[in-house]
């Protein structure tokens, strides 16, 4: 599946932004989309993601108070509403695809095989 990310920009601490991931076709049920980010000199790691099969969702500890994930089927995209940004949030956040059927989508960003070109956030103090 064909991923774009898209949402990113420049916002100042304590603002919001809303990405989405859409895909290019109709996500099937045992895909599970990913939210990663990586920070300049930091290695990419998941901030969140969304099982298909059964809605389950993960959110990384030290953003579940400011960040959701949701879905709109109908459009096929994943969204990843980001609240009270902060300066540490700033990264190229990415989404990808994998293929899990039901088992928790909270996985090393190896077994997601398909990338979107990311997006980045910035966020000023």
């Known amino acids: 599946v064909q991923l774009q990310a898209s949402g990113g920009g420049l916002v100042q601490a304590g603002g919001s932004l809303r990405l989405s991931c859409t895909a290019s076709?109709?996500?099937?049920?045992?895909?599970?989309i990913g939210w990663f980010r990586q920070a300049p000199g930091k290695e990419r790691g998941m901030v969140s993601c969304i099982s298909f099969s059964d809605g389950r969702t993960y959110v990384k500890d030290s953003v579940k108070d400011r960040f959701t994930i949701s879905r709109d089927s109908a459009k096929n995209t994943v969204y990843l509403q980001m609240n009270s940004l902060k300066p540490g949030d700033t990264a190229v956040y990415y989404c990808?695809?994998?293929?899990?059927?039901?088992?928790?989508?909270?996985?090393?960003?190896?077994?997601?095989?398909?990338w979107g070109q990311g997006t980045l956030v910035t966020v000023s103090s």
């Open positions: 076709a109709f996500i099937p049920d045992y895909y599970a």
């Open positions: 990808a695809a994998a293929q899990l059927y039901g088992l928790e989508c909270r996985r090393p960003s190896d077994l997601y095989e398909d």
